[in-house]
């Protein structure tokens, strides 16, 4: 009897089992190489748009502090002197104030949070230029509290209405400062001419010395909220005098002046502004938003407020800016640029600046450099506003140069002025510092 072997078919239990073994390791690498490369593009799409938030964010910053301090037709006040450092400086130039209520002043003007008396100047009892404390100011913020003031009026009866800091929606962003520049719009005023008989808006010296200021009704729109100070410029001079008539076409310089405005034949391209609507405030400042991913994070929004926010409305420029800090570059009377913090800059007095044309008698000027601001550093904090858990250590550590920080660090190292869990965000996101160094080209002494 003979036995017949057949050949095996099919697969054993171990090579079946040896299959699977390397179908899942193949699995494996393959969900594996599909996270990294999901989680790398969600990484590259928020460095991207980090990066677009950051540079639009610092270039619109960058602008208007550009522009701080500019006035109609010429900065300057010419007769240069000697420095005691030895360089030669023009003398500075300001508007001269003859409206005599010094509160009309400040409610022309906007995002104010300083007042008359000390340490500030005592209100004038004769006409007077600008003050310098008014050109500009800021505010360097901690966890805590602002220097030299909180600007919020939540946090100071003097402040102005943004939102005090905190961590909830729509408050202010902790730690992150605020500044608030002056400028003459560039498209504001009215040519007008000092011949009554010229065709377009004239000028006409009463009898009584008073002026009036007929506008060409084809050239000039009454705003719905005309304030009651005029200011006439021409490329030597300004003069901020207070008007009736507001909402007219004729406006007359009334009884409220130390002296009447002058009206000269030599005016050079003579122009008439309203001070409340074209002498521009605007104020930057961090506030809390919603990061839109619906579980209830946040990041910081980057809001431009312009002459007092039309009622309280400001502008949203760019979302995750989480830091914001400024350092300035101040120009003292003996000609060298020191760089200081807001608070140094609005503790100076007369002997660190530069004379003005007419001063206002009986104080030391306190808070003059802040019209002697030559650059300010401009120092911004982005992240991608909504949190990727994937990040390593090393993705998530950055540098902030406001912290005396130079190297990479992690979001909770110790020596960072503010953390992002103090200001109530997440920590797992991107982060990259933006920098910019801006020349105040108005201030030309």
């Known amino acids: 009897m003979s036995i017949r072997l057949h050949r095996q078919r099919g697969l054993s239990l171990v090579e079946l089992m040896i299959a699977v073994v390397l179908g899942l390791v193949v699995s494996a690498g393959i969900v594996t190489l599909f996270t990294a490369s999901n989680n790398s593009d969600l990484a590259r799409a928020q460095l991207e748009r980090l990066q677009e938030e950051g540079r639009f964010a610092i270039t619109q910053i960058t602008n208007d502090l550009a522009m701080s301090g500019a006035q109609y037709c010429v900065g300057t006040g010419g007769n240069a002197y000697a420095s005691a450092a030895g360089t030669y400086l023009d003398r500075l130039r300001a508007p001269t104030v003859y409206a005599s209520n010094p509160d009309a002043l400040m409610a022309a003007l906007n995002d104010v949070t300083t007042s008359w008396n000390a340490p500030y100047p005592p209100a004038p009892a004769a006409p007077y230029s600008l003050p310098s404390f008014l050109a500009m100011r800021g505010y360097d913020c901690s966890i805590n509290d602002c220097t030299p003031v909180d600007p919020s009026i939540k946090q100071n009866l003097n402040g102005f209405g943004i939102p005090g800091m905190g961590v909830k929606v729509d408050d202010r962003v902790v730690g992150a400062s605020v500044i608030t520049v002056r400028y003459v719009d560039p498209a504001g005023g009215l040519a007008i001419s000092t011949d009554e008989n010229a065709v377009g808006s004239t000028l006409i010296r009463n009898a009584d010395g008073t002026v009036t200021a007929k506008l060409d009704p084809s050239s000039y729109k009454p705003a719905a909220k005309d304030f009651p100070l005029a200011m006439l410029a021409d490329c030597s001079g300004a003069q901020i005098f207070a008007v009736s008539g507001q909402g007219s076409f004729q406006l007359v310089s009334t009884g409220d002046n130390f002296v009447q405005p002058t009206i000269s034949p030599n005016m050079v391209a003579p122009k008439l502004f309203d001070l409340g609507r074209d002498l521009t405030t605007v104020t930057y400042f961090l506030k809390v938003v919603d990061n839109g991913d619906g579980m209830g994070h946040t990041t910081g929004a980057l809001v431009r407020r312009v002459n007092g926010g039309d009622g309280g409305a400001s502008e949203e420029i760019a979302r995750g800016i989480e830091r914001l800090d400024f350092r300035y570059g101040v120009q003292l009377a003996d000609g060298t ?84 869990l103090q200001q109530g965000f997440p920590v797992p996101m991107l982060r990259r510092e933006f920098t910019a160094v801006v020349a105040l080209r108005n201030f030309n002494p």
């Open 337 to 420: 640029v020191r760089h200081y913090s807001a608070e140094q800059v609005d503790n100076s007095s007369a002997a660190d600046c530069p004379t003005m044309p007419l001063p206002i008698h009986g104080n030391d000027d306190h808070g003059c450099l802040w019209r002697s601001v030559s650059f300010i550093e401009v120092d911004l904090l982005v992240d991608g506003q909504r949190p990727l858990y994937s990040l390593t250590p090393n993705e998530l550590a950055y540098s902030y140069a406001t912290d005396g920080m130079t190297t990479l660090a992690p979001p909770s190292a110790s020596q960072r002025k503010v953390t992002p």
